[in-house]
């Protein structure tokens, strides 16, 4: 019995030995069968992630930088608008209509006008360079802005070529601005870009905020009325010109201005004339459309309306005032910037309508800003009308929070 007994506890540890052996075998071949898998792969998962290649490490830090100035700008927003809505809040009526307002210098009373119709904006012409220094400009423009209180935007017709109110003067800049078609034969898009970043300097010297350029009407016909000031070539050319400019604009903090909306096209001078233009909608939405949504894509901050009649969309009222066309730019267009009339004293709108009603429609069709001289019959029109219940003060609003988002965006807030 004990010889049974002492065989059977051998062949039990024999077993266990042997199951223990295989045991070992096989965690040694898994253990070995791993090793092997890992020196196949090129890198290890976390080496690769704590050390990428140069240039995925590049590419992640731009990614980073980009988020995180997406972030800034986003949080940088909602602060400004905060600002402006509270702005806002505390503005009276007579504040917040002659925020509304860029006008042209008045010949008179100046200063005075700045706080009695609380502008939002002073126009130079050429009157306003005539036998004016480089220092001396420089200190009207300042004594303006002394004045306000709220910034003023100043504003100058600078589309270069035969539009240069600041080469009207004899020593005012160094040589005269040129046109985009002059550029564009000098030197191509490089030329339009060293343009605007010289004007950028000469508008910071002088206290210049925008101006209110480019031009982003097709024109290859040298007949038309508009051809000189855009730049002579065909829809796709054009739209190239409108996102150069306006990209180099929001560079150097230059307010940028589409015009004149929605596009002149081989039409009559409407500042002489009542003008109708009778092209069907889809060529105006195929063709002279495609500059201006470029141009927003781009991120333009104000749209200029002519005083054209678009038969098309409102036969009855030229575009500066016809709210169907105002639409267009806002829902068909989806822009939510500034949108602004051309000068009102134009004959395209003069002789249709009395400057009073003219304001007051203007407003009401959806523009935020009034490009006039009559601004002391308007304002007090456009007022009377808010308190009569014709013009809502939440349209008022919206717009005079436009026009201080543009302001702020310019460093004028």
Do not use: C
């Not at 898998?37 to 976390?46: A, I, L, S, Y």
């Not at 889809?282 to 470029?294: I, V």
């Not at 333009?300 to 169907?324: C, F, Y």
């Not at 069709?365 to 456009?382: C, E, F, K």
Request: without cysteine; negative net charge.
């Amino acid at each position: 019995m004990k010889k049974i007994i002492g065989l059977l506890v051998g062949i039990i540890v024999l077993g266990v030995g042997l199951y223990a052996g295989a045991t070992s075998f096989k965690q040694e071949a898994k253990v070995k069968k791993e090793i092997e898998v890992t020196e196949k792969e090129p890198t290890d998962k976390t080496t690769e992630s704590i050390s990428p290649t140069k240039d995925q490490q590049l590419m992640k830090n731009e990614q980073d930088e980009t988020k995180e100035e997406k972030t800034k700008e986003k949080k940088a927003e909602i602060k400004a608008a905060v600002t402006i809505d509270q702005r806002i809040a505390e503005m009276s009526l007579e504040e917040k209509v002659g925020q509304l307002f860029l006008v042209r210098v008045p010949e008179a009373n100046q200063l005075n006008d700045i706080k009695e119709y609380h502008l939002g904006g002073y126009v130079l012409f050429s009157r306003d360079m005539e036998g004016e220094t480089r220092a001396s400009l420089k200190a009207k423009i300042a004594s303006y802005q002394a004045t306000s209180s709220i910034p003023l935007l100043i504003a100058s017709d600078e589309e270069g070529g035969t539009v240069s109110r600041l080469s009207t003067g004899s020593n005012l800049v160094d040589t005269p601005l040129l046109s985009p078609q002059e550029l564009y034969q000098a030197g191509e898009w490089q030329a339009i870009r060293q343009d605007i970043t010289d004007k950028a300097a000469i508008f910071s010297d002088y206290g210049i905020h925008t101006g209110l350029a480019p031009v982003a009407d097709i024109s290859t016909d040298p007949a038309s009325f508009i051809y000189d000031r855009t730049i002579g070539l065909d829809r796709k050319a054009t739209e190239k010109y409108v996102v150069t400019a306006v990209e180099e604009m929001k560079k150097h903090k230059i307010g940028s201005t589409l015009k004149h909306f929605p596009g002149y096209g081989n039409n009559r001078d409407s500042h002489v004339d009542i003008v109708t233009d009778n092209r069907p909608l889809t060529e105006l939405e195929e063709n002279d459309y495609k500059p201006f949504e470029a141009g927003i894509k781009a991120g333009a901050d104000s749209i200029l309306v002519s005083h054209n009649i678009i038969e098309a969309l409102d036969a009855s009222l030229p575009a500066s005032i016809s709210k169907p066309v105002h639409d267009e730019i806002r829902n068909k267009l989806g822009f939510d910037g500034v949108v602004m009339t051309d000068d009102m004293d134009m004959a395209g709108l003069a002789d249709f309508i009395s400057q009073e009603e003219a304001g007051m429609l203007a407003l009401k069709a959806g523009n935020d800003l009034i490009l006039s001289s009559s601004y002391d019959r308007q304002i007090p029109y456009v007022i009377e009308s808010v308190e009569q219940g014709e013009l809502k003060e939440t349209q008022i609003d919206a717009s005079v929070k436009r026009v201080l988002t543009w302001k702020e965006k310019l460093g004028l807030l």
